[in-house]
């Protein structure tokens, strides 16, 4: 089941920033499933609901299936997808919208970053806190010769750590190679947010799952409407 509002789209295409962040959760009622959610964010930062599916589970068919239909209904729009590297949404967002428009979210990199120091060895000689300042040096890294100044000091600190960071693909997640734009945004956590919001929802019932998620979203725009006003 895929749900996409025609108000909501066309403030997609219109007021919002050409990005979406997507990921999955599962349904705790008594359907099983999965709930697949994709959600942008507008010109005041402002979470904005873009579309939903509830599916079998997280596998490359359902993944696909639910981003071309974002894709047929995105009006000629090129966003940038931005995920958690899940093994279906490498396979999916390249298929349907080009690898060069799939980010990664660095919060979940930083977190393989900071395991892979573990299996290392070397959080026996350095504080968690500088291996994160280590990696956002180089994931945040303005430019391209600041960036080759973080991996010059990542390398001659431990070179194994400047080898993680081009093994796993520094074109898609660092600020300064990534192609296009991102408006700043490195990280997933609009998405998990939402994920968040829906929380309660997904206990229910897909028609109740419905009618909630239409409830909130009124209560949330007619909030932000008084807001405006003030």
């Known amino acids: ?34 709930f697949l959610g994709a959600v942008a964010l507008d010109a005041d930062n ?30 000629g729009m090129q966003p940038v997808v931005i995920s958690n590297r899940n093994n279906a949404l490498l396979h999916a967002v390249p298929k349907v919208f080009g690898q060069e428009r799939h980010t990664y979210c660095v919060r979940h ?21 500088l291996l994160k300042a280590m990696f956002n040096r180089v994931a945040y890294a303005p430019s391209l010769v600041e960036y080759g100044i973080a991996m010059d000091d990542n390398r001659t600190f431990k070179r194994e750590l400047a ?6 693909e520094p074109e898609r997640w660092v600020q300064s190679k990534f192609t ?30 419905v009618i909630g998620q239409l409830q909130k979203l009124g209560l949330k725009y007619d909030k932000q409407k008084l807001e405006l006003k003030k």
């Open 109 to 129: 990199l930083r977190e393989n970053f900071l395991a892979a120091a573990t299996r290392y060895g070397f959080r026996k000689v350095v504080t968690k806190d």
């Open 46 to 75: 402002h979470l904005f609901d873009v579309a939903y599916a509830v599916v079998s589970g997280e596998t490359n068919e359902e993944w696909e299936w639910f981003l071309s239909n974002i894709w047929e209904c995105r009006g």
């Open 163 to 168: 080898e993680w960071v081009e093994k796993n």
């Open 1 to 34: 089941m895929f749900v996409a509002f025609g108000a909501a789209l066309n403030g997609f295409i219109l007021g919002c920033r050409k990005m979406l962040f997507v990921d999955g959760a599962h349904l705790s009622g008594s359907y099983e499933g999965t």
């Open 180 to 209: 296009k734009e991102m408006w700043g945004r490195l990280n997933n956590n609009a998405i998990e947010s939402w994920n968040n919001w829906m929380h309660f929802l997904r206990r229910m019932t897909i028609p109740w799952l």
